[in-house]
């Protein structure tokens, strides 16, 4: 059973073939039920601690979460995937670019008046709480 917020059956093929394989040592908690753990973490927002035991112990995720992201190993997969989908055609590659250009004049922009800065100002600043109190 897949559930929401995991890797379908169908996705796991996919990546499978790119995630690093362990060497020899200690035996560690499957590829599949660690990648869903990341996953469910970043969908959900929850810190690393809270994730559900399912996933194996929240230090393994997190170690090799962050030590696929330090050795470029998303980032390849990613790369590889929409490599094999572009060739299979599966992308439709569709490129918008929305970018207003707003133009001020120096002296407006930087004091909300027309004529620039009159060299006073009538802004006083009172600290919130006393830094040495804190």
């Excluded at 996919?14 to 394989?21: C, G, K, N, T, V």
């Excluded at 990648?35 to 997190?62: A, F, H, Q």
């Excluded at 060739?87 to 970018?99: P, T």
């Amino acid at each position: 059973m897949v559930r929401r917020h995991e890797l379908t059956d169908q996705e796991w093929e996919l990546l499978a073939p790119l995630i690093p394989r362990a060497a020899t040592g200690r035996p560690r908690v499957e590829d599949r039920q660690v990648i869903n753990g990341m996953v469910y973490k970043i969908r959900t927002g929850i810190s690393w601690c809270d994730l559900p035991e399912r996933y194996g112990p929240w230090k393994t995720v997190y170690t090799r979460f962050r030590r696929y992201a330090l050795d470029g190993v998303f980032t390849r997969a990613l790369q590889q995937i929409q490599a094999r989908a572009d060739a299979s055609g599966d992308i439709d590659w569709l490129v918008q670019i929305d970018s207003p250009i707003i133009r001020a004049h120096q002296h407006v922009a930087a004091t909300g008046r027309k004529g620039g800065s009159t060299g006073r100002t009538n802004r006083t600043t009172t600290p919130s709480a006393d830094p040495q109190e804190a």
